[in-house]
């Protein structure tokens, strides 16, 4: 159930909430910030999510405190928690779910600025997270609330979750709560997802993703006569040549109809994660040099990301034929391949209700038609569609994606503030429906 976000006369309400919030929106990204969820190994999660839980009671949400136990990761020491919040309309309607991660990834080298400080400079909000996606989950809790304080008479629900470990495949959060009902069509029919893909994009989906590891085999002699052994980082090296000769410039040619982003990734790529072949590198602070020894194992790890056009198996066989043609024709080849983990693509109409709504949205607040684009990587998306089943679902929220993962990440409080207005509008729209703009679902 949908209508156009300026139809609603609960809109100049709406807004003087949200510019009433905007103190409290910095104040609580800064917070979030503050709190190092770092995965891995995944820390601090029970103190972001019991700062939610605190939160959220406040503004009349019941909370679950949920741990993933059992998934990968999972441990005494850092157990994978979640929280997952909702507040009850005053009538049947549709539930809207704004789920967002609270894992955030390794820090790296770089910065100019503490990491966890949560700082502003001049409109921005910098630290680890503040673009992916802190500020995006401060911005759906900072919607939810003035929508609740303009328009407490709504219909169905709103629900607001923190999951774990998105930044590692999301097994211990969304994946989990999808396998237990969560996101069950029966129980929410709306989702959005704050990820940061710009203020003025609707990301319907991303592509899909392939991950394995590749090994070559040989035979230890000894480093001074190689010829009496095989060595299996040559074995390798002749694997990555039919890479380069083959594989990439194929992959180049493929083109996808969804509306990636950026250009590149709207063909076949492929990223070599990993390579070690031989001793163990030395440990940090060793002076011991290495003994004399031909490798007689190699190992890469690759990260095949694909289109909607291909299949999981095609892209398995297309890498296993270029390794059964050096085993056919190099002496001495062999190798083993392991699938380490798959995500397929995942796409949703631009026509979806929660798709139409947001981009009318942000036509109304940023004056322009919004972009309909797809992610080059995956998210939270490829759970809820592929467990549980529901394909009303974008991605949406501030940020940069290109900031993502970067020293000095950080997240513009202008933009937070326009995407928690969208937010805000699309609530409205999917919870106030009036029967004169009701369209079918």
Not at 86 to 107: K, N, W
Not at 320 to 341: I, Q, S
Not at 364 to 392: C, T, W
Request: a negative charge.
């Amino acid at each position: 159930m949908t209508h156009a976000p300026d139809a609603s006369p609960a809109l100049p309400a709406l807004s003087a909430a949200l510019a009433e919030r905007r103190d409290d929106l910095i104040a609580l990204t800064q917070d979030l910030i503050r709190i190092p969820t770092l995965n891995p190994p995944g820390e601090n999660y029970r103190e972001i999510c019991d700062y939610l839980d605190r939160r959220l009671r406040t503004s009349g949400f019941e909370t679950q405190m949920i741990r993933a136990e059992g998934t990968p990761g999972d441990s005494d020491r850092y157990p994978r928690w979640n929280v997952v919040a909702r507040r009850e309309g005053t009538r049947p309607g549709d539930c809207v779910h704004l789920t967002s991660h609270i894992d955030v990834v390794d820090v790296g080298a770089g910065w100019t600025v503490d990491p966890f400080g949560g700082a502003l400079i001049d409109g921005r909000i910098y630290g680890r997270g503040a673009c992916d996606m802190k500020g995006g989950l401060a911005a759906s809790i900072i919607a939810a609330e003035a929508f609740l304080a303009t328009c407490p008479d709504f219909a169905g629900a709103i629900e607001i979750s923190g999951t774990a470990d998105e930044e590692s495949g999301g097994y211990g959060g969304v994946a989990y709560l999808a396998e237990r009902g969560f996101f069950s069509p029966q129980k929410v029919q709306h989702v959005i997802i704050p990820e940061p893909l710009q203020k003025d994009r609707v990301c319907l989906g991303h592509r899909g993703g392939w991950w394995a590891e590749i090994e070559t085999f040989g035979e230890i002699a000894h480093g001074s006569m190689p010829f009496l052994g095989d060595c299996a980082v040559r074995h390798m090296g002749a694997v990555l040549q039919a890479f380069e000769d083959k594989l990439f410039p194929a992959m180049a040619a493929r083109r996808t109809e969804m509306p990636v982003v950026p250009e590149g990734a709207r063909s076949s790529t492929m990223n070599i994660n990993s390579i070690h072949g031989g001793q163990a590198e030395r440990l940090a602070g060793s002076t011991a040099l290495p003994s004399h020894c031909v490798p007689d194992s190699c190992r890469i790890v690759i990260d095949r990301r694909y289109l909607v056009e291909e299949t999981r198996d095609s892209v398995k066989a297309e890498i296993a034929g270029l390794l059964d043609g050096l085993k056919a024709t190099r002496p001495n080849f062999d190798y083993a391949m392991k699938e380490l983990n798959h995500v397929i693509p995942s796409m949703t109409d631009r026509d979806a209700p929660v798709a139409r709504t947001v981009a009318a949205a942000i036509a109304e607040v940023l004056g322009r038609e919004a972009e309909f684009v797809a992610s080059p990587g995956s998210y939270d998306q490829k759970h809820i569609d592929r467990i549980g089943k529901l394909k009303n679902c974008v991605a949406y929220g501030p940020g940069l994606l290109e900031l993502a993962h970067m020293p000095d990440e950080y997240v513009g409080v202008d933009d937070m503030m326009d995407s928690a207005d969208v937010m805000a509008r699309s609530l409205v729209a999917l919870l106030l429906p009036t029967d004169e703009t009701r369209p079918p679902h």
